[in-house]
DNA sequence: CTCCTTAGTTACGTTGAGGTACTTGGTTTC
DNA sequence: GAAACCAAGTACCTCAACGTAACTAAGGAG
């Protein structure tokens, strides 16, 4: 086994990690966790991301791997995405992240109060 | 207490989120939960991050409150970062996903190559 | 007297992720 | 018969992240 290292510049685990770490990717994870969606659903409980950017990312997870995309040819378009068995696994570590920022959250806006006051 | 949810847009855990999603802020947080270094030293283990990079990524993340910076005012200059409690409480998720990364590398290739087949 | 050290800062240039607006398609509602 | 519906595709634009190169500090080595 070819051992890999995010620490190593050439290493194409980074590029993993840095898919996963795209600014909707996790919130796609997290929405999917709960079972298959449509687009329009997905889009509607990630506040704030567009169609064609979502599309984008769906794209990219379903090009890894991540999500299978149904589409039905109906009129007008139904498209499911599912997380894949591989999916699945990352739902874990990618909540254990987002729920450290929602924990925490209060934490770091206090941080970030206290030092913008020691700063002229 | 006020219920974080990154899902919502306007939620401040959400820039926490894309702070510690940053390009570096995962890498920075590995070689630093080997314990404290010095600026150098982390240049030397994150491959490829440039002074100016690291040296911002840093401060992001002293900011933030996940890390103390100790400079000492000799010539030439010696800084030390190290984690802060808080920071500390991130290394598991963050090492989670890293780890994620490093173990399916593998396999998010082979899906890769797979579906660049698939397409013209 | 010039070079090298460390941990930056500054000015500038590049890039690519993300956003806006417009277009597509066949069937149902006004 | 026009307009909304849903999941996009595409062209274009913006901006923040990231990168490069040059400069800085005080002292010691050559």
Redesign the interface.
Known sequence: M?S??????A????S???H????WT??VV??LSDGPARFGQIRG????VTAKVLTETLRSM????LVTRTAQATMPPRVDYELTP?GR??V???A?????????????????A???DTVD
């Not at 996963?20 to 600014?23: G, P, S």
């Not at 379903?62 to 791997?65: A, P, T």
């Open positions: 070819p890999f290292d995010v620490l190593q510049a290493c194409p685990s980074r993993v990690l840095r996963l770490t795209d600014r996790p919130m997290a929405v409980r990630v506040e704030g379903e090009r890894d791997g591989l696994t990352l874990t570590p990618l254990a992240v987002r729920s450290w920022a929602e924990q925490h959250a209060e934490q770091v806006l206090e941080a970030r206290r030092y913008d």
